[in-house]
């Protein structure tokens, strides 16, 4: 409890008692007085003592009433001293511990409260322990499905995303571009000559050769682009927003930069590369644009290797 408050509750409690003094005075202390002087003035001096019965029995209705009185003025008294006291305690904030000890009403009332005040405390307690066990299990349920979502859509090898992947977001692209008639591009490429690399120097030496060309293709690519191990020795790249002539030139540059790249077994390794793009050429799905690209490829392979080869009858560009 604030100094503040523990002030305003103990200044209550000095009010509230003032006040029962002063109801006391008013409804017990004055008509006592006021009952006396008139008995003593105008009722006894009229009373023959002859009468016995009469005399006395005046009296005692008398004292009867003053004893009632006193009783219920007692009784007034009492409860404004426990209402300061309790006023007291609060200010102090020691708790309903002292007054729960009484043996009377307010005793036993303070006491069954403080019982339910304590068993709705740690029920609350207990409820927000649970809401935040709950929270933290949600978060870290959320973060493993995003996790696994992740992984999901890697390549183990490359660290880059897989053909799934890859499929999901050529769907996408080819749907903004019928609905806003956006260009988009595909890139496919393939390692001249890799099978000699893994019987030459073992596989891991190959999967190193693979880490190498998605370090080269994600340095060379924007944010927005989706650079994909395709499977095997073969790479995909969306290119968002890029026409086929921006294509070839991406393809062009990625293919210098593998063949003069320093890989650590030593040998050289070139790549070959087909593109396809909409709306420059003929497809109306994304595997008939995947498919134009894949295509032209093999058509780079065929012409000689180490080559860009464009979808449709543009042919091979270097």
Known sequence: MSPESSGEVALAGRLLKHKVLLALTLSSLIPLLVLAYVVLRYVEPGLDRAEVARF?????????????????????????????????????????????????????????????????????IDINTFALRLDAAYRELEATNA??????FKDEVTGLYNRRFFSLRLEEEISRYRRFNHPVSVVV??????????????????????????????????????????????????????????????????????ATFPFSHGKQVTASFGVASLPDDEATTSEEL?????????????????????????????
């Open 56 to 124: 006395y029995g005046l009296h005692g209705l008398i004292l009867a009433t003053m004893l009632a009185m006193a009783v219920g003025a007692y009784i007034i008294w009492d409860m404004g001293r426990a209402l300061s006291r309790l006023a007291e305690l609060m200010s102090k904030d020691l708790g309903l511990a002292e007054i729960g000890r009484r043996s009377d009403e307010v005793g036993t009332l303070m006491t069954s409260f403080s019982s339910m005040l304590g068993t709705v405390e740690q029920q609350a």
């Open 189 to 258: 490429l393939d390692l001249d000559g890799f099978k000699t690399v893994n019987d030459e120097f073992g596989h891991a030496v190959g999967d190193d050769t693979l880490r190498d060309i998605g370090q080269i293709l994600m340095k060379h690519s924007r944010g927005i682009n989706v650079v994909s191990r395709y499977g095997g020795d073969e790479f995909a790249v969306l290119l968002v927003e890029t026409a086929k002539s921006g294509a070839r030139l991406y393809a062009d540059r990625i293919r210098q930069v593998v």
């Open 290 to 318: 995947f498919r134009a690209a894949d295509e032209a490829l093999y058509a780079a392979k065929r012409a000689g290797k180490n080559q860009v080869v464009g979808a449709g009858r543009e042919g091979k560009i270097s």
């Open 147 to 152: 996790k696994l979502k992740e992984t999901s």
